[in-house]
């Protein structure tokens, strides 16, 4: 089976390409990439991409697809579906999940499952203590053979920097990153970032240093064992500074944010809106500003979903007693062309923080359009205006703090593998 | 809009002077009394009667300013109508008040001031001064002393302006 | 005025003639509790639900007497439900009540933003009775009535609040409310207790008791609240009462017509002294006597009228 895209303008940032080529795809690869494909073979299907934006399938480092275990917030079905959507052709999915991925039978459940089910590529991410306890490492080897492409704790930090130590080292036998969620548990405990609309709402506070105190801890760890580091969703300025000092002398740390962190401030919290309520904390106008300066320089490398679902009754309460997380594989790319029109980033500097560089970070062959590479690809249009409508999610999770609004731009088309697993052209 | 004035200034003077006298006639004197404007222009009326007593006969009598909105029976279908002070310093048990209004309709503000002034204590007995009685009654109210009876149709407003608030004194009949 | 507020959230959504229109009402409404009937018709027929997740004795009976006084019938659902506890959500509570037809509901909870859900779900009037560390709208209305009460004005009065500012709900809506007319809050309490960005409210912030004081037209004591574990801010109640016990020698700093409030109920010889608490400065009482009639004017304003 052969499908071609034509007339289309192709930007991969690995190859550097920009201009309008044909994609023809051959099975499950990409057979030829070249300026006009005429002739093709009886039965090829054809996909007119004119006046779109032909790119790689985009990579998300963070995700949860809440399956096994929560399946009343998402499954691997619905999540992947909510990302093939989005424009997603892999993701990794977090590990605090019930139970919580911290063993091979877990990985291994989440694998068969993505591969039976799944609209897109699910690549697990490990717990890094068991139970994501923090009390001792999970058998992070076992859980490697079986599949995952990182360890994290995510949802908290790895607390006592003696085994965070332990976790830097003993994961360089499989050269697998460690992701870290930042947040010293000492001084959070609130819902919202402290500042003056905490000051305003009365909402209990999560002050910026919960989040640099431990990016800068775990720097010193990861700098001290000679680790990689990967620091997820970053959200604050002084996270973006430290991090910046840091890569200086340092390689090998790199970082995401979330579209919410460079798009939302925390004055979106002052309605009481529960879908604003994200762990970190949606943060106030001079982290956001950093944030953009900081994906601009290049000191934040990757763009990542925190795609958090949640039923709906977790949110239909108090804003205290919410949960936390945003629905966010069908929002993501509209929110991140912003930065485009914004001029922070080249639409080539966007894709590659979120296609080449998510797949560096992963050790992946995925995230470029070359011949013989995996046919993941995505076809949108950037300027397309349309509203948030959460009811129409693919995702089970329709806490988006976005409902209603008009954004621009949408992917419209998405094939995994050579397989379309969405097609609104 | 068309406008027909059948009271002017001097008209009212006269009236207030008539209304004056029959208080103190039918009282017998001063004792006992007192007046009781409703808000807004009955307050303005009470006044003037109030000094043409102290005219005629030397006297000073208590004098008090009653917003009745609090009792009105239409208070829930009305849009947010704003609640005033009623100023009533004295102690009207065993008082005769003499309530005064510009102008008597319906009988439902009438009805509203005396639940009002009966909250307040327990009068001998309370009599009814009206500027204007237009008719039209929905409560078997009827004033001890009235301005001039002047029964107009349901399309028509009486409207009494007073100079303490309006800049001029005048009553008149406009077409609705 | 034309009033058009539903519900009665916070003193930060409402402007100085709001404000000065919910006062001048509540003068009218002050008079009715002086009288032997006390009592009107205007509400007759309306009812009331206080709903209250927080313990407390005076703003729910506060509410109650307002709310007879009008004629309304009232009925008080106390809940003290905490958040772990497994009961039925306020949403459902909420949502059931309203089937019972109620014109205004006053909710009070351990929350911010718990009367705000109600309002956006409820066709009922909502009065926030406090949320949280988040606002008290009728307490700064109240404080605000009985400020002009007894100086005859509410702007450029040197104001000092003190106490746990940070988790004071009293305190913020004070602040917005005081702000707004353009007085001088001074915020004076334990760095701990002041929260960050608190200047950003146009108020100054001064640890020192002595200096705070000085001067001052009002002195706005707050309760430490144990509940809320106010002791983990600071070492002792002993050293706050050290540090920060309003007593005699200081209200002798401030100026002379020096009023000092209290939202109660007090914790004596803590924040504030017996011989203050009693004093001739003191307006403790009088915040109680204005509270009803500012409620009462509140109810009147949000369900007197058709909706």
Redesign the interface.
């Known amino acids: 089976m052969k499908t071609l895209i034509r007339g289309g303008r192709l930007v991969d940032p690995k190859t550097s390409m920009d201009g309008r080529y044909d994609v023809l795809i051959d099975g499950p690869i990409i057979g030829e990439v070249s300026k006009s494909i005429r002739r093709v073979d009886d039965g090829t299907k054809i996909i007119d991409a004119s006046k779109r934006i032909v790119a790689p399938g985009l990579i998300d480092v963070h995700c949860h697809l809440r399956e096994p275990g929560f399946e009343y917030k998402e499954t691997i079905r619905t999540g992947t579906t909510a990302a093939a959507r989005g424009g997603f052709t892999t993701v990794v999915c977090m590990a605090n999940t019930n139970p919580v991925n911290d063993s091979r039978s877990v990985t291994e459940f989440i694998v068969d499952r993505a591969r039976a089910e799944g609209a897109c590529k699910v690549l697990p991410c490990g717990a890094v203590t068991r139970g994501l306890k923090s009390e001792e490492l999970a058998e992070i080897g076992e859980m490697f053979e079986a599949g995952i492409v990182a360890i994290s704790d995510d949802g908290r930090s790895v607390r006592g920097a003696g085994l965070l130590r332990k976790a830097l080292e003993y994961a360089k036998i499989f050269k697998l990153p460690v992701i870290s969620h930042c947040e010293d548990e000492t001084l959070s405990g609130g819902c919202v970032h402290e500042g003056r609309a905490s000051l305003l709402s009365g909402l209990d506070a999560i002050p910026a240093i919960a989040e640099e105190l431990i990016a800068g801890r775990d720097i010193a760890i990861a700098r001290y064992v000679d680790a990689p580091l990967h620091l997820t969703h970053i959200s604050t300025a002084g996270s973006v500074e430290i991090i910046d000092r840091a890569k200086r002398t340092f390689r090998k740390i790199t970082c995401d944010t979330c579209p919410h962190y460079f798009t939302l401030t925390d004055e979106a919290t002052l309605t009481y809106d529960t879908n604003t309520k994200v762990n970190p904390p949606l943060r106030s106008q001079e982290d956001v500003s950093a944030i953009k300066e900081g994906l601009r320089k290049g000191t934040i490398d990757i763009i990542a979903t925190d795609h958090a679902p949640h039923e709906f009754t977790s949110k239909d309460v108090e804003f205290d007693l919410a949960t936390f997380g945003i629905s966010g594989f069908e929002t993501a790319l509209a929110l991140s062309l912003g930065l485009v029109r914004d001029g922070i980033l080249d639409l080539k500097g966007l894709l590659m923080k979120m296609t080449v560089n998510p797949a560096k970070l992963l050790g992946l062959e995925a995230g470029v359009i070359a011949e013989g590479a995996p046919a993941d690809i995505i076809v949108f249009d950037p300027d397309m205006e349309w509203t948030v409508d959460r009811d129409s999610f693919a995702s089970k999770g329709k806490n988006t703090p976005f409902h209603g609004m008009t954004l621009r731009g949408r992917n419209l088309f998405t094939m995994v593998d050579g397989r379309i697993v969405y097609n609104e052209l | 809009m068309k406008k027909r004035v059948i009271l002017d200034k001097k008209a009212i003077g006269r009236t207030v002077t008539r209304i004056t006298h029959e208080i103190l006639e039918k009282n017998e004197g001063c004792t006992g009394l007192c007046l009781i404007g409703i808000r807004t222009r009955g307050v303005y009326l009470s006044r003037r009667i109030h000094d043409k007593v102290t005219d005629v006969e030397g006297i000073t009598l208590p004098i008090g300013a009653l917003d009745i909105t609090m009792y009105r029976d239409d208070i829930s279908k009305l849009r947010w109508p704003e609640v005033k002070k009623t100023e009533i310093s004295f102690d009207v048990n065993n008082m005769t008040v003499v309530l005064v209004d510009d102008v008597l309709h319906t009988g439902r503000t009438t009805r509203a001031a005396i639940d009002a002034i009966m909250d307040l204590g327990r009068p001998k007995r309370i009599q009814l001064a009206v500027l204007v009685d237009r008719g039209e009654r929905e409560l078997p109210i009827h004033p001890d002393y009235a301005g001039i009876v002047c029964p107009v149709n349901e399309n028509e407003e009486v409207l009494v302006r007073m100079n303490e608030i309006d800049g001029r004194d005048e009553v008149v009949i406009v077409k609705a | ?4 507020r539903k519900d009665l959230l916070g003193i ?1 959504d409402l402007s100085k003639e709001e404000m000065l229109f919910i006062l001048d ?1 509540a ?3 002050k ?2 509790s002086k ?3 006390k ?4 509400l007759r ?2 009812t009331v639900i206080t709903l209250f997740y927080e313990p407390s004795t005076r703003t729910r009976t506060s509410f109650e007497i307002a709310a007879k006084r ?1 004629s309304a019938d009232t009925i008080n659902i106390s809940s003290s439900t905490s ?1 772990s506890t497994k009961g039925e ?3 459902d509570t909420a949502r059931n009540l309203e089937s019972m037809r109620p014109d205004a509901i006053v909710i009070r ?1 351990g ?4 009367p ?2 109600l309002a956006r779900i409820l066709d009922s009037c909502i009065i926030n009775g406090g ?5 008290h709208p009728t307490q700064a209305l109240l404080d605000l009535f009985t400020i002009r009460d007894k100086k005859g004005r509410i702007e450029g009065l040197k104001v000092v609040i003190v106490g746990d500012i940070a988790h004071s ?1 009293v305190a ?1 809506s004070n602040i917005f409310s005081l702000r707004n007319f353009g007085n001088d809050v001074i915020c004076c309490g334990p760095p701990t207790m002041i ?4 200047e ?2 146009g108020v100054k912030v001064e640890y020192d008791l002595k200096r705070a004081v000085r001067n001052a037209d009002v002195i706005m004591m707050l309760r430490i609240q144990k509940e809320r574990g106010g002791t983990t801010y600071i070492p002792s109640t002993k050293e706050y009462s050290t540090l920060y016990g309003l007593g005699r020698d200081h209200v002798e700093t401030a100026r002379n017509d020096v009023i000092i409030m209290h939202p109660g109920p007090m914790n004596r010889g803590i924040e504030i002294s017996d011989e203050v608490a009693d004093g001739p400065s003191s307006v403790i009482l009088d915040q109680v006597e204005n509270g009803v009639a500012v409620r009462m ?1 509140v109810l ?2 949000l369900i ?3 909706a």
């Open positions: 005025m034309n009033w058009k930060r009402t003068e009218s409404f008079d009715i009288r032997e009937i009592k009107v018709p205007t027929g309306k009008l958040s959500s306020l949403k909870h929350m911010p933003g718990a705000h859900m949320d949280g560390s988040h606002e709900r913020r929260p960050p960005h608190i950003t409210l004017a009147y304003l007197g009228g058709e």
